[in-house]
């Protein structure tokens, strides 16, 4: 992310594996996230993340990493493309921030949240 304030800075960055019932990593998912807005990502956001805003130019927005994330992972668990996507489960050690954030930027969206969580604190 690009702050700590869910609402107001946002997603820059986004990784995902997707593993197996035990823990095997299946396959992995990447890609920078050009901010939706620029004036929130200051110089102290490019000191945290070691990401310049040069860095994010060619990255897609957002909504296009939101949409191929999804994407991704209907064709690595071999589903076609409207398939859902409710018993995909998120999770992670302290990731409710991270949730936190990208539950904000599905709202913003107006895209239907489809995720189960399962947060480890």
């Known amino acids: 992310m690009s702050g700590s304030k869910v609402g107001y800075y946002d997603l820059i960055q986004i990784g995902v594996v997707i593993a197996s019932n ?3 990593n299946l396959s992995e998912f990447e890609s920078l996230a050009y901010p939706d807005k620029e004036e929130a990502y200051t110089e ?6 070691a990401i310049t805003l ?10 296009q990493v939101i949409e191929n994330i999804e994407a ?11 398939a859902s996507l409710t018993d995909v489960v998120l999770c992670g050690q302290s990731v409710i ?7 904000q930027k599905y709202d913003e969206l ?7 969580l399962s947060v480890n604190p």
């Open 44 to 49: 102290y956001s490019e000191e945290v993340n």
């Open 22 to 24: 035990n823990w095997a």
């Open 72 to 82: 991704w992972i209907r064709k690595s668990l071999k589903r076609n493309p409207t």
């Open 97 to 103: 921030n991270d949730i936190n954030f990208l539950k």
């Open 110 to 116: 107006n895209l239907d949240w489809t995720w189960v």
């Open 54 to 63: 040069d860095d994010l130019e060619d990255a897609p927005m957002s909504h």
